[in-house]
């Protein structure tokens, strides 16, 4: 594989995150076969992914789509909430993945040794993914942020394979780049994520709702989870977490907060679960964060 020729892509969930990508690497000329549910790939077959952004312009991109992948492909984008991961990956059967790669766009830090023990370590390359996007209707997805990047780690991955992704993706408007280090790329997300969702989830407020009412709180949540990332191989910049906090939109809301305002599943096991299993073995105390998720998870409002 290279970065010169196209590619066949799978995308696994094609929401906001993957839908994107998927339109993105469609108009860029490679083949992307979208998988998801029957009715959501029949909508994809006939009209395509339609995408409404101010950064990449509003157009339509064609794709194939399927409720499994029935042949090997270059790379297997995952893209679906943890949540739906166990479920949605049976679409994925590694005798017809071949030797594809599987590139996870999820939130939390676990989800690499599942995807691991399931798929051989080599094809696994974790991904973070930076961006707001949205899907609004089957095949209708809105992008908001003027960015989309990705970073690309994979510590059991060929280097080259990972170069040459990255490039596939910068060359259809992603910006991409491959961190050295997975663990830390992990966690430099995991470290901004974890208590913008507890806090916006728990409280039922915007980025500036919690920057305005719950400041002490957020400090707390950004210490403790900067601690326990620093212990686990990430970075432990509070004040750079607490800089990009304060040049968010104050009317951001977290996906965490937005799966709850419409009654979805909440992601609290992938991201304050694992938080507060990764303060357990490197014994760092996150008393705040524990109470939150404890919160949340008896179903506590604001």
Known sequence: MTGTHPW??????????????????????????????????????RDGIRVLS??????????????ELREP????????????LAAALERV????????????LLNGVEH??????????????????????????????????????VDLAGATVDRGRLD??????????????????????????????????LLTTRYGLTVGGVRAERR?????????????????GGPADTAAVLARYDSFPADTKSSMQRDAEAGRPLELDAIGGALLRAAERHGVAVPVAARLVAELGGGTGR
Do not use: N
Not at 127 to 141: C, D, L, N, Q, W
Not at 167 to 192: N, P, Q, S, Y
């Open 164 to 197: 040459a992704l990255a490039e596939v993706l910068t060359a259809a408007g992603v910006g991409a780049r491959v961190r050295d280090d997975e663990a830390a790329a992990l966690w430099a997300k995991m470290g901004f994520l974890a208590p913008m969702a």
């Open 73 to 84: 492909v270059d790379v297997c984008l995952v893209a679906v909430k943890h949540t739906a």
């Open 54 to 67: 101010s950064a990449f312009g509003d157009f339509t991109a064609h794709v194939e789509a399927d409720t």
């Open 216 to 232: 002490e709180e957020l400090l707390a949540v950004v210490e403790e989870t900067a601690a326990v990332s620093g212990a686990a």
């Open 112 to 149: 690499p040794a599942l995807l691991r023990r399931r798929y051989r370590p080599e094809q696994v390359a974790p991904g973070v993914i930076r961006v707001e996007s949205t899907r609004v209707a089957p095949g209708v997805i809105e992008h908001g942020s003027p960015f989309a990047e």
């Open 93 to 104: 059967p590694p005798a017809a993945l071949g030797g594809g790669l599987v590139v996870p």
């Open 8 to 45: 066949t892509v799978a995308v696994l969930g094609p929401g906001g995150v993957g839908g994107l990508l998927a339109a993105l690497l469609a108009r860029a000329g490679h083949r992307v076969i979208c998988l998801a549910g029957e009715e959501t790939a029949g909508t994809l077959r």
